[in-house]
């Protein structure tokens, strides 16, 4: 009886899943059909809306070239430099900002009037003090990424259980333990979970870099498809950002999982 | 060992006065427990005996060797430590951690049932043994004197029984001389020596009773005994309410 009615209740549940992926599958298939028929059939204008076989020709093309990966992993490679300076950074700049109470409060209404500036006012600065290359979109993926990485990372410090900081503090701990033994542990998921908010954060930055200045990467492939109205390439550029940008998220959830399993 | 408290605390936000002329004589071995009014300046009191706050006024006498060991309501046990080392961190921060006292610790951890949880995480323990996790490791740092501050309170009341039972025969074992804080009077009179009345804020010192019983025996036993309900109503009439 009852292995009956558990049966039935992970079968609906089996269902319900399948039912989800189905309905998933049919939304991006049916998107990708609707596009290339009406595109195929000039029902939209090919040139302007492109068409998912003519983005997927330029894609390959760029592999037959022997471009596609360069471009691809000039953008990994960047955003993967600009969030780990970021998570390094500002996890180092918050636990000043913790240990300094002081600082912290100096240093507050910059911070904030800093984060509601949009950062890409700030390119044209950048690319004249960092020159136009891989630097200036590194800084400019970092500027967007680490005031936020602060902000997180201090807020997790400054909410440690306060019980917690009592009891260090009746062993006679230092401030410097209690950072060691209680704040950095204690807010160690809220560090992890930083990274999964800096990768796509850096990733805005380093397309907007790319759009700004560079030769190679997504981001530059998309300008540069717009630029010469190419819009196959263009089409094709968001393809493939798309792509990696969701393989890379998918890695950090993963690195995240694996981080907090062995803590 | 003897303490003489006199106190007087200021509280600078304007100026809140919250301990006033406190003066108290603790006597080597004796449970006290301090009850009160809420918000009264109970854990104000405890704080400064602690050391973690400081005081504006009067004097704390004590040998200067003495050490004193904290435990709050929240059991306040580290989730990413295991229970060993949860109960080590005290030792650990003292920069005191030798084979000796790991022996030490380990063993409290046998005697009270503990053993096959040591290199077991807090989450998998249930209220009334995280307690005893958070007793052992106070009592890892062997203090001389123990601060408890509403230490049962977390816990339903089955488990606040049991759990006050065990710590009181930890306590009485290892013959230590106790400073508890509750709200609770019939945990009061059944655990302790001595109680303290403190008035509302700013707290004075009310009326200390002398805790006197035919049977005294474990606390669970006490609050059978004849004079509990006799102790209760007096305290209960002393305390003021404000509801």
Redesign the interface.
């Known amino acids: 009886m009852y292995d009956r009615e558990h049966k039935e209740y992970l079968r609906k549940l089996r269902l319900n899943k399948f039912f989800v992926h189905m309905c998933q599958i049919i939304i991006i298939v049916s998107f990708i059909f609707i596009w290339e028929y009406l595109s195929s059939n000039n029902i939209i204008n090919s040139f302007i809306y492109s068409s998912p076989s003519k983005a997927f020709k330029t894609i390959y093309s760029l592999y037959q070239e022997g471009n596609l990966f360069n471009h691809i992993w000039v953008t990994v490679y960047e955003t993967f430099i600009s969030f780990s300076l970021a998570t390094i950074l500002g996890t180092i700049i918050a636990i000043i900002l913790w240990y300094s109470k002081f600082l912290f409060k100096v240093i507050d209404p910059y911070l904030t009037v800093i984060n509601s500036l949009p950062k890409v006012a700030l390119g044209p600065i950048i690319i004249i003090i960092f020159g136009a290359n891989i630097n200036s979109i590194i800084i400019m993926a970092l500027l967007i990424s680490l005031i936020v990485t602060i902000s997180n990372v201090y807020n997790g410090f400054i909410s440690t259980?306060k019980?917690?900081i009592?009891?260090?503090?009746?062993?006679?701990?230092s401030k410097w333990?209690i950072l060691i033994?209680?704040v950095i542990?204690?807010n160690?998921h809220v560090i992890v979970n930083s990274l999964k908010i800096n990768v796509s954060m850096s990733l805005i930055g380093v397309i907007m870099g790319e759009f700004l200045v560079s030769k190679e990467g997504i981001g530059y492939l998309i300008n540069y498809g717009s630029q010469v109205f190419n819009l196959n390439l263009v089409f094709g550029g968001i393809i493939i950002l798309l792509v990696v940008s969701y393989v890379m998220y998918v890695m950090v959830v993963y690195i995240e999982k694996v981080l907090i399993r062995n803590? | 060992m003897i303490d003489k408290l006199h106190k007087n605390y200021h509280n600078k936000e304007g100026v809140v006065v919250a301990l006033e002329d406190i003066t108290l004589n603790i006597k080597e071995g004796e449970y006290i427990a301090i009850v009160g009014p809420s918000g009264c300046g109970k854990s104000t009191l405890l704080n400064i005996i602690g050391g973690i706050d400081t005081k504006s006024g009067g004097e704390i006498k004590m040998n200067d060797d003495i050490k004193v060991g904290y435990m709050l309501q929240d059991d306040c046990l580290f989730p990413w430590l295991n229970i060993m080392d949860n109960c080590l961190l005290g030792l650990k921060i003292n920069g005191n951690l030798n084979d000796e006292n790991i022996k030490y610790v380990s063993e409290l951890l046998d005697t009270y049932g503990l053993s096959e949880f040591k290199y077991k995480y807090p989450s998998s323990l249930s209220g009334g043994m995280r307690q005893r996790v958070a007793l052992i490791r106070t009592l890892a740092l062997k203090p001389d004197i123990l601060l408890l501050d509403e230490p049962f309170s977390a816990l339903d009341y089955q488990t606040r029984l049991a759990v006050s039972d065990d710590v009181y025969n930890i306590i009485k074992d290892t013959g230590r001389t106790v400073i508890m804080i509750t709200h609770d009077i019939a945990e009061a009179i059944s655990m302790s020596d001595r109680i303290v009345v403190l008035t509302n804020r700013p707290a004075k010192v009310k009326k200390i009773y002398n805790i006197e019983m035919k049977d005294k025996g474990t606390p669970i036993n006490n609050r059978k005994c004849s004079e509990f309900s006799m102790y209760y109503d007096m305290i209960w009439k002393e305390i003021d309410h404000h509801v």
């Open positions: 259980d019980n917690k009592k009891l260090l503090r009746s062993f006679n701990a333990q033994y209680l542990p204690g160690y803590n």
